[in-house]
């Protein structure tokens, strides 16, 4: 992972093998952001997904093989328990032009993603809702 700091944005770039989750943790560790917006492109070639079942409460999660381009990667930075959270979805398409997507859980690089983190000053909390299950923004 490589990454850079240019006025209130980060920009990192993934090498095969590694980790989006993982990775941009240890980014978001490293320029101690507490509030932001991600987004990105590249390419994955193993990934699980999560689809949310509000009335289970619970995610639906696969994971998928293969070549994979990431034709778009969004989500935010904020904090939950003091902590920073990585909020994280992503669509992806595959040979066949097929598009997948949902809550990622987790990407394995396979070329490159190029990825930006828009950062804010201050900080939005997260916490658990009953109701819904979901960690949500407490604003």
């Known amino acids: ?9 980060v920009f990192v770039r993934l090498e095969p093998g590694e980790d989006i989750i993982e990775q941009l943790r240890e980014v978001i560790s490293i320029y101690e952001i507490r509030l932001g917006k991600v987004s990105g492109i590249g390419a994955c070639d193993q990934v699980t997904i999560g689809n949310f079942d509000v009335k289970a409460q619970d995610y639906h ?33 595959d040979g066949e032009l097929r598009v997948f997507g949902g809550h990622l859980n ?6 490159t993603a190029e ?8 900080e939005i909390d997260r916490y658990k809702d009953e109701q819904s299950g979901l960690n949500l923004w407490s604003i």
């Not at 992972?1 to 944005?9: E, F, L, N, Y």
């Not at 990667?73 to 992503?90: A, R």
Request: aromatic share 8%; charged share 20%.
């Open 1 to 9: 992972m490589k990454s850079k700091r240019i006025d209130g944005a």
């Open 61 to 93: 999660k696969e994971t998928l093989q293969g070549s994979f381009e990431i034709t778009g990667l969004t989500g935010n930075v904020s904090v939950m328990n003091g902590e920073p959270y990585l909020h994280l979805h992503i669509t992806l398409g």
């Open 106 to 111: 987790y990407g394995r690089i396979s070329a």
């Open 115 to 122: 990825i930006v983190i828009d950062v804010y000053d201050g």
